[in-house]
């Protein structure tokens, strides 16, 4: 827990948060951690078949205020299923989200994306610039939108969702801003920061709608068009966080003379089971 909260402390989150530990004795022996986004049922199961002592998930189990943790709730049974098999449940959430690295850098980084700098940056810490929500990178070379999209599609991991894109599949691309899990509150720092695409999750219509108006209106009276919309899953979009986690918690033990195995989950937990495709797609 010391180590975990050096990468992203808990001061870190947002007032609204509930990071920390859940259930677990503090003082119990950690041999196996299990990296996961969702602390679903399915994940303890996950757990529990690893024998892990810790399970770490990027989202809260109780984020909204419960009375009772009783078993006959499926967020108590997932309580009491962690506690009797004695596997703790730790949660980093919008501190990681502000981390660097953090759960936009892993973004990020599986784009190929270089010279990261947040899209907001963490107020509270002002001596630590690299810190805050979203990033904004740059590729190499400028690409197709439609052929960024693809880069996306192949780096995230598979979801019924896929990838939906708005914007010019033909114009090029290169200055790409993303957020990890739902940013479509970071629209007035993606246009601010000149990306020409931004990466997320959980896109609203009415919000995705005005931001391409804005762009088609600044594109039409400036030449300047503004960012075109790639929307992923929003488990997708955070998955890749997990292992650069959970190898930084491996190594940082490791040089305390500790040894942990970790592990990260398999279980897609994306709640999208299927789609069905528009008539004539």
Same mark, same amino acid.
């Given at each position: ?42 994940? *303890?199961?996950? $757990? %529990? /078949?690893?024998?892990? +002592? !810790? ?7 109780? #984020?909204?205020? @419960? ?35 953090? *759960?936009?850098? $892993? %973004? /990020?980084?599986?784009? +190929? !994306? ?7 940056? #963490?107020?509270? @810490? ?45 114009? !090029? ?109």
């Amino acid at each position: 827990m010391a180590v975990l909260e050096t990468f992203q402390p808990e001061a870190w989150a947002q007032d609204w948060d509930a990071v920390g530990l859940v259930c677990g004795h503090p003082d119990r022996p950690v041999r196996t951690v299990l990296f996961a986004v969702d602390p679903v049922d399915d994940v *303890v199961e996950e $757990a %529990l /078949a690893l024998d892990a +002592d !810790l399970l770490v998930t990027h989202h809260p189990l109780l #984020l909204r205020p @419960v009375t009772s943790v009783a078993a006959t709730t499926a967020k108590g049974r997932v309580v009491h299923r962690l506690v009797e098999a004695g596997c703790a449940l730790l949660v980093a959430h919008t501190n990681a989200d502000a981390a660097a690295p953090g *759960v936009s850098d $892993a %973004l /990020a980084r599986i784009l +190929d !994306l270089d010279d990261l700098v947040p899209l907001q940056p #963490l107020a509270s @810490v002002p001596d630590r610039p690299e810190l805050g929500l979203g990033r904004v990178g740059s590729l190499a070379l400028p690409e197709r939108l439609a052929d960024f999209a693809e880069r996306v599609a192949e780096a995230l991991p598979e979801t019924e969702q896929g990838i939906r894109v708005a914007g010019d599949p033909d114009r !090029l691309v290169q200055r790409v801003a993303v957020c990890g899990g739902s940013g479509d509150s970071l629209f007035a720092e993606v246009r601010a920061s000149g990306a020409d695409v931004f990466v997320t999750a959980d896109l609203r219509h009415h919000p995705a709608s005005e931001a391409r108006e804005s762009a088609r209106f600044t594109g039409g009276t400036t030449g300047i068009e503004g960012p075109a919309l790639v929307d992923v899953a929003h488990w997708a979009s955070e998955w890749p966080w997990l292992a650069g986690c959970a190898d930084r918690l491996v190594a940082a033990l490791a040089a305390r003379g500790r040894t942990v195995v970790a592990h990260v989950s398999t279980t897609r937990t994306d709640p999208w089971s299927m789609r069905v495709p528009s008539r004539g797609e």
